[in-house]
């Protein structure tokens, strides 16, 4: 697998992956296999991307890679046999701190008040930023694997649990 020479060019490969994963999860179910089948080495060159080059590789990317084994998960079900080789990768990235900075103060009516109408429409806004969409598709693709292989991810289940109780407690 290549070496990346810009954050565009990943930013593209992430785009590519998310749209291949797509065309995949929108055929007729009948289809799908044989898609699967006529990519070649595509999934083993994203899988590669995952396991040997993950930490040289952008959220974009990562989430697109677990969008694209969500999608490969649902279509093979109990066949996709490299859960446990993926699993750690998708724990790191679902236990990312979310950078949400809180100094603990809260908003006072009176000063929302002062502010120009245009700085108060955003003083809530919540943006969402590369690594929660990274953290968000890799928890989607652990409930995927909860719900298509449940015996395998039935080792991972009290893990995933007590990093869920986190989030909701964060």
């Not at 859960?83 to 750690?88: A, G, K, P, T």
């Not at 950078?99 to 908003?107: F, K, P, Q, T």
């Not at 429409?121 to 652990?142: F, P, Q, S, V, W």
Request: hydrophobic share 40%; charged share 30%.
């Amino acid at each position: 697998m290549g070496t990346f020479k810009s954050e565009d060019e990943m930013q593209l490969l992430g785009c590519s992956i998310t749209c291949l994963s797509n065309l995949i999860y929108s055929m007729e179910e009948d289809l799908q296999q044989n898609a699967l089948n006529s990519l070649g080495d595509i999934n083993q060159r994203i899988l590669y991307l995952l396991k040997e080059e993950n930490d040289n590789i952008i959220s974009e990317v990562k989430e697109a890679i677990y969008e694209w084994l969500s999608t490969l998960v649902q279509i093979v079900h109990e066949n996709f046999s490299i859960m446990d080789e993926v699993i750690e990768f998708v724990f790191k990235s679902a236990d990312l701190d979310d950078m949400i900075i809180d100094d603990g103060e809260e908003d006072n009516e009176n000063e929302l008040m002062k502010q120009d109408d245009d700085e108060a429409k955003y003083k809530g806004m919540n943006i969402r930023t590369n690594c929660l969409d990274e953290k968000a598709a890799a928890l989607h693709l652990m409930g995927v694997f909860a719900e298509y292989l449940p015996l395998p991810f039935g080792s991972y289940r009290k893990r995933l649990v007590s990093l869920l109780k986190d989030n909701c407690n964060g």
